[in-house]
T-cell receptor, first 114, second 112 residues
Framework: EAGVAQSPRYKIIEKRQSVAFWCNPI?????LYWYQQILGQGPKLLIQFQNNGVVDDSQLPKDRFSAERLKGVDSTLKIQPAKLEDSAVYLC????????????FGPGTRLTVL | GEDVEQSLFLSVREGDSSVINCTYT??????LYWYKQEPGAGLQLLTYIFSNMDMKQDQRLTVLLNKKDKHLSLRIADTQTGDSAIYFC????????????FGSGTRLQVQP
């Protein structure tokens, strides 16, 4: 079974530029999550999708971050414009939406904002 | 809100047992998880325990849950150098949100 795919793996941009990340979840997984992991901290939820609907985006800085999940499969996360404090690893995870809530994580995209 | 806390660092010798501890505040936590993160990699699910269980064993891993004290531990028997990584405790609750709340991670260093 293929895992969660993310691209790019690394991205370096200057502040005020825009950036987009892509995630392809495990086939058949209805729920998709984007987490932000700042160095030295645990991941923090940005947004959760159930199929192509948003379940929770309460922690998403909506003035600069946006995300979509077209057709309930792939998802993109965008930052526009980026700030220095956005430097982090952005992790995508997916789950079947079973009672065990087991989430499977992708390798992440490491973003550096200069 | 929910909060999950872990100690930052643990060092053990190869062959010894490692015990990583975690405390959480949300009394409605339904599932508690242990994830492993190696350098430059995503998070790998190690094991999980349902809140009505006290203990779960899976090969070298033993999870103990004290729901009264909101304390979770992960014991790794016969720790190997390949176990060196950051270990995250996480919880979720049955509010429909189902996203995980993570601790800050415990870095396990295994010395040969």
């Amino acid at each position: 079974e293929a895992g969660v795919a993310q691209s790019p793996r690394y991205k370096i941009i200057e502040k005020r530029q825009s950036v987009a990340f892509w995630c392809n979840p495990i086939s058949g997984h209805a729920t998709l999550y984007w987490y932000q992991q700042i160095l030295g901290q645990g991941p923090k939820l940005l947004i959760q999708f159930q199929n192509n609907g948003v379940v929770d985006d309460s922690q998403l800085p909506k003035d600069r971050f946006s995300a979509e999940r077209l057709k309930g499969v792939d998802s993109t996360l965008k930052i526009q414009p980026a700030k220095l404090e956005d430097s982090a690893v952005y992790l995508c995870a997916s789950s079947v939406y079973s009672s065990t809530d087991t989430q499977y994580f992708g390798p992440g995209t490491r973003l550096t904002v200069l | 809100g929910e909060d999950v806390e872990q100690s930052l660092f643990l060092s053990v010798r190869e062959g010894d047992s490692s015990v990583i501890n975690c405390t959480y505040t949300d009394s409605s936590s339904t599932y508690l998880y242990w994830y492993k993160q190696e350098p430059g990699a995503g998070l790998q699910l190690l094991t999980y325990i349902f809140s009505n269980m006290d203990m779960k064993q899976d090969q070298r891993l033993t999870v103990l849950l004290n729901k009264k004290d909101k304390h979770l531990s992960l014991r790794i028997a016969d720790t190997q150098t390949g176990d060196s990584a950051i270990y995250f405790c996480a919880e979720s609750n049955d509010t429909g949100r189902r996203a995980l709340t993570f601790g800050s991670g415990t870095r396990l260093q295994v010395q040969p």
